[in-house]
């Protein structure tokens, strides 16, 4: 949420693609037996990258768009989540999704 806010007063076209990047990727590429649905099957270690993407975008994007109470705590679940992930980027990164 906090990409298209950062890149708008710049670029409201580079908001828009990067709403698309981040939202469409994921949706297209997916790593068989993690997904229901996979439209472009791909690796794990793709679908761990791309989620990886998705967090330095939310860390960055916060720090340069929002307050910093803001940015501390997209900074803080961005945290969580690696550490939540770690199961899941297992099982992709061995191949067993």
């Not at 790593?31 to 099957?41: E, R, S």
């Amino acid at each position: 949420m906090a990409t298209p806010w950062a890149l708008a007063p710049t670029s409201v076209v580079a908001a828009v693609v990067a709403v698309l990047l981040l939202i469409g990727l994921p949706t297209v590429f997916a790593t068989p037996g993690d997904k229901n649905q996979v439209l472009v099957p791909v690796p794990g270690a793709v679908t761990v990258g791309l989620v990886l993407l998705q967090l330095v975008a939310a860390v960055t994007a916060s720090w340069a768009a929002w307050p910093a109470w803001a940015a501390v705590m997209v900074t803080a679940l961005a945290t969580a989540c690696l550490w939540t992930e770690r199961p899941r980027w297992r099982r992709l990164l061995h191949g067993t999704a």
